[in-house]
């Protein structure tokens, strides 16, 4: 769950390059007649050659090094759908700009050589400008486009919306600084316990401790370098590779399920304690650099609940010391805020949507807080295989349709 | 259709089942392989066994061949597809728990549910914008496995569970006066050894397609329509029919390695099919909505096949009742022979033995108690003894469980030869509701 600005998350990648090896499969051999070839490359266009000009909505844009062909100039307000060829040698994008030619309506970037990709939008009536850019720089091939008046319910100004977006950047961002402050605070109290030799309250302090890392867990993972060294799981180890970080500690706090374990020595618990307070102030160096976009936003909060649904409901991130409840609620919070920022923005445009969203999380925290015992969790050892399917389903539940928040909002 | 619409293929006109060859005739020149093709392995499999009919059957009926994989069957009709429908050759099986609380979101996903099936069948993706299409942010609405694969047959049957209407006594639903008398978890039959998470449900799916990513892709597709109101509870894949339900089709084996469901009730004797298989309008006031209907038997009958495998040809017979290679009964004829049961050797032992399985469950032994089968052979990998958990998932629409299949098993459990090999470890029964019509949603009249 990469959420960094520099590089996409890793499954947008994913479906152009399957695109990509049908598309060539069809010209190589050239059967337009195999279903495969022809529904999965043009959906939206043209695979009976006549279904564009039945939906007024449907546009094909036919770019190249040179051309920025639309097949329409015009069309209705409402959900248009560009679908963009790329027949040039180099890589594109497309844009639909406002009528002053800068400010960005919607766009589709990174359209490799041969692929078709979709540029799907709600456009208001309106001047506007198409621009196809072969080389991703300069102005590119810019026509005018125009959307007329169909009488459909329009969403709210894309000033104002603008305007949410920023505040959503905000609040994260300051929510992410917080947390990281709390983080590096709260591993000083845990690694003092720690090297002290007060185990008791080591292992009073290590879940809580960890919550302020598991609520911004996927901002913290987009720091490739950082994160194996802060929080790998043994059974994560490359061969060679030198376990530090969080569970290395755990392991050496509940040795109970390990074999043959040999406890670290004072100075090795001085050393790992001392690297990970290291790691974690180079973590919290880093994060004020960093700004957020509604989608990253909304990724986040979909990458946390993937983080539940890959390794706290499974009882696995926390082996050792079975305190995966402390971690699920954190990935669960942390994704709450992230959805509480760009509420606004979903109440205008998709007001099911929000109040879908938030009863599932009700459900997920109360059932979360049934588990509740003193002032933590049960261990993950005391719950019966009926409340961890009860625990699964309600993530499900929830992740579904969280999974939609991102192009709601964007 | 629009033209966002997700098309896998374009579904093709439809059609009566295809031409198959005539069992009869068929049987006299067929080998392994050709059986093999028949029951169809793979597309190309199919193709080969369809051809391999037209060849050997009766050529003025026959029209022009075409590819078994763009069979499609309609959604809509006064009963359910994949009951009567010629057994595909694969299965997808679902079970279910309804997780919400509320009716009408129950509801919404019966609703969601009958949307996303009559589109599947017909060979298109699970919702509208398709699996590779739609805002480039948001997952697709449909998972994309089944892209560029035809309909291959598919057919999506539901059912009800007796706990969706009544849960540890408590009305879930509103339904509890809709539960008919013969709508409950089935008893315990001697030598059951069952899995709770292979048995019972809320709701169950039933896919079959001739492929079996087709199956898979739609009992996938629904699960996830499903999240936040019902829970996958348990699945099951069978690669292989064991059943005719057609005189289209030929009669297949088990992973006994003999014919199974020779004696099947068959789709084109309606009038067997009307007093075995659907559910009356007058059978009890609470069951009125279930009329035109039907009841699903699910067992999973693990097969010791390592076991059987041991056993002598004469003790593999003596067992079935019925001869390895045709089928035929050992009282004598060939498979569609009715079977003998007084007619004795020379020791003064009935040739067909009193404990063998073909006596047991033949309906003159149970008051002329029809089943419609329609099960599939499984393996689901081994079980880390060197052993395949392999077996027969056994699917049966019956008219009326409490006469056509209780005391039937009930006596299959105690007398049976054959159940010194088998083990049921899972179990299920469904009410499933009559068909569909345009603009309604499965079940609607349970709701009403």
């Known amino acids: ?54 939906n007024p909505r449907a546009l094909t844009v036919q770019a190249t090094d040179s051309e920025c062909k639309l097949s329409a100039t015009s069309a209705p307000a409402g959900t248009v759908t560009f679908a963009v060829t790329n027949g040039g040698q180099k890589v594109t994008e497309f844009y639909l700009y406002a009528e002053d030619g800068k400010r960005i309506v919607g766009e589709v970037e990174n359209i490799g050589p041969g692929i078709t990709r979709e ?49 959503a950047d905000e609040n994260y961002r300051e929510y992410v600084e917080d947390q990281t402050e709390h983080l590096v605070a709260m591993t000083a109290t845990f690694v003092a316990a720690y090297k002290a030799g007060k185990d008791d309250e080591a292992r009073a302090l290590y879940p809580v401790a960890r919550m302020h890392w598991e609520r911004i867990e996927t901002v913290a993972e987009s720091f490739g370098d950082l994160d194996p060294k802060l929080d790998l799981r043994e059974a994560d180890l490359e061969p060679g590779q030198k376990w530090t970080g969080w569970h290395r500690l755990e392991k050496d706090l509940w040795p109970a399920r390990a074999k043959n374990y040999e406890p670290l020595s004072k100075a090795e618990r001085v050393a790992y304690s001392d690297d990970l307070v290291k790691n974690t102030a180079s973590l919290h160096k880093r994060v004020p650099r960093l700004d ?67 009863a599932k999380f009700a459900t997920v925290l109360a059932l979360l807080n049934a588990q509740r015992e003193g002032d933590g969790f049960k261990t993950y050892d005391k719950l019966s295989k009926a409340e961890v399917k009860e625990l699964s389903d309600a993530v499900n539940a929830l992740s579904e349709p969280l999974s939609k928040l991102a192009a709601a909002v964007v | 259709m629009t033209s966002t619409e997700y098309v896998r293929q374009q579904p093709t006109e439809t059609e009566a089942p295809s031409p198959a060859p005539d069992p009869h005739k068929e049987r006299a ?52 597809a994949g009951i009567l429908t010629p057994v595909q050759d694969r299965l997808h099986f679902a079970a279910f728990d309804v997780i919400t609380h509320s009716r009408e979101e129950l509801v919404q996903l019966l609703k969601d549910w ?59 639903f509103g339904l509890a006066d809709r539960q008919p008398d013969a709508l409950h978890r089935l008893p315990h039959f001697p030598a059951d050894k069952l899995d709770p998470q292979r048995s019972d449900g809320d709701l169950c799916v039933q896919a079959c397609a001739d492929d079996p990513q087709v199956a898979v892709h739609a009992v996938r597709n629904l699960a996830r329509i499903a999240f936040g109101r019902a829970s996958l509870r348990w699945s099951q894949l069978g ?22 469901g020779t004696m099947n009730l068959k789709a084109e004797d309606p009038a067997a099919i009307d007093a075995h298989v659907w559910a009356p309008a007058d059978a009890d006031n609470k069951g009125r909505w279930l009329a035109g209907g039907s009841y699903l038997v699910v067992r999973r009958i693990n097969m010791t096949v390592e076991t059987w495998d041991r056993q002598p040809l004469s003790e593999q017979e003596r067992v079935i009742g019925r001869t390895k290679a045709e089928g035929a009964p050992l009282s004598g004829g060939s498979e ?37 089968r329609r099960g599939y052979n499984f393996v689901d990998g081994s079980d880390g003894l060197g052993r395949l958990d392999a ?51 499965v079940g609607q009249a349970l709701f009403s």
Request: some cysteine; aromatic content about 8%; overall charge negative.
């Open chain 2, 29 to 80: 020149a067929v080998s392994r392989r050709g059986l093999l093709g028949a029951a169809g392995a793979g597309l190309a499999g199919l193709a080969a066994g369809a051809a391999g009919g037209f060849a050997l059957g009766s050529a003025e009926t026959t029209p022009s061949p075409q590819p078994a994989g763009t069979r499609t069957y309609p959604f809509y009709g006064e009963h359910q």
């Open chain 2, 114 to 172: 009958t949307a996303a099936a009559a589109r599947m069948t017909q060979g298109l993706g699970a919702g509208e914008v398709g699996p590779t299409s739609g805002p480039y942010a948001a997952p697709p609405d449909d998972t994309g496995e089944a892209i560029g694969l035809p309909a291959a047959g598919l057919t999506i049957t539901f059912g009800f569970g007796p706990t969706l209407f009544r849960k540890q006594g408590k009305d879930r």
């Open chain 1, 119 to 167: 540029l799907v939008m709600k456009v208001e009536p309106g001047s506007y400008l198409t621009a196809c850019k072969p080389g991703m720089a300069g102005d590119g091939i810019r026509a005018p486009f125009s959307v007329s008046d169909s009488g459909e319910a329009q969403q709210g100004s894309a000033g104002s919306d603008a305007e949410l977006v920023k505040q």
């Open chain 1, 292 to 358: 957020f976009s509604a989608d990253e936003i909304a990724n986040g909060s979909r990458g946390l609940l993937d983080e539940v649904a890959t390794g706290k409901v499974t009882g696995e991130e926390e082996y050792w010391s079975r305190t995966d409840l402390w971690d699920f609620q954190a990935n669960i919070e942390g994704a709450l805020v992230g959805f509480e920022g760009l509420r606004p923005l979903l109440r205008d445009r998709d007001p099911a949507l929000e109040s879908q969203i938030t």
């Open chain 2, 336 to 372: 569609f022979s009715q079977p003998d049961f007084h007619l004795k050797g020379n020791d003064g032992e009935p040739l067909v033995a009193t404990d063998a399985h073909v006596r047991l469950v033949h309906p003159s032994n149970n008051g002329g108690a029809k089943m419609l």
């Open chain 2, 391 to 441: 077996g027969l998932f056994f699917l049966a629409y019956v008219r009326d469980p409490r006469t056509q299949f209780i005391p039937i098993q009930m006596k299959l459990g105690l007398g049976d030869g054959l159940s010194e090999y088998v083990q049921h470890t899972g179990s299920a029964l469904f009410a499933i509701p009559p068909g569909i019509a345009q603009g309604e949603h």
């Open chain 1, 1 to 54: 769950m990469i959420m960094s600005r520099l590089s996409r998350p890793a499954g947008e990648f994913a479906m152009p390059v399957r695109t990509l090896i049908l598309a060539s499969t069809c010209a190589v051999f050239g059967m337009p007649l195999l279903a495969g070839c022809t529904d999965n490359t043009t959906n939206t266009t043209d695979n009976s050659g006549s279904t564009a000009s039945a």
């Open chain 2, 239 to 260: 690669f292989g029919r064991t059943s005719s339900t057609s005189t289209s089709q030929a009669t297949s084996r088990n992973l006994m390695g003999f014919k199974d």
